[in-house]
Nanobody, 115 residues
Framework: QVQLVESGGGLVQPGGSLRLSCVASGSIFSIYTMVWYRQAPGKQRELVAAVSSGGRTTYADSAKGRFTISRDNAKNTVLLEMNSLKREDTAVYYC?????????WGQGTQVTVSS
């Protein structure tokens, strides 16, 4: 069992930056693939970025070149650095830990990009 707590969301102007953090507890963090998803109002949840236990990263096309996912196994933390934010990045961002067929989700953090 893994418990996940996201933080770092907020209101930011277009072109601005935010750093989201997801802290895990309850299990061996380093063995999990960690994934950031987001869900905008009226839309399906979509993958934003992922980092494997070995450090390999994957990004949605919408995130490439603007977002960076990283993990610090010593701190049981996965980060999502978001730059050049656009209005369409507005969503609730969720952290997920996945191992084999087990998925664990955080409660989400709201990101609003608006002037």
């Amino acid at each position: 069992q893994v418990q996940l707590v996201e933080s770092g969301g907020g209101l930011v102007q277009p072109g601005g930056s935010l750093r989201l953090s997801c802290v895990a507890s309850g299990s061996i963090f380093s063995i999990y693939t960690m994934v950031w998803y987001r869900q905008a109002p009226g839309k399906q949840r979509e993958l934003v970025a992922a980092v494997s236990s070995g450090g390999r990263t994957t990004y949605a096309d919408s995130a490439k070149g603007r977002f960076t996912i990283s993990r610090d196994n010593a701190k049981n933390t996965v980060l999502l650095e978001m730059n050049s934010l656009k209005r369409e990045d507005t969503a609730v961002y969720y952290c997920k830990a996945t191992l084999n067929r087990a998925d664990y989700w955080g409660q989400g953090t709201q990101v609003t990009v608006s002037s």
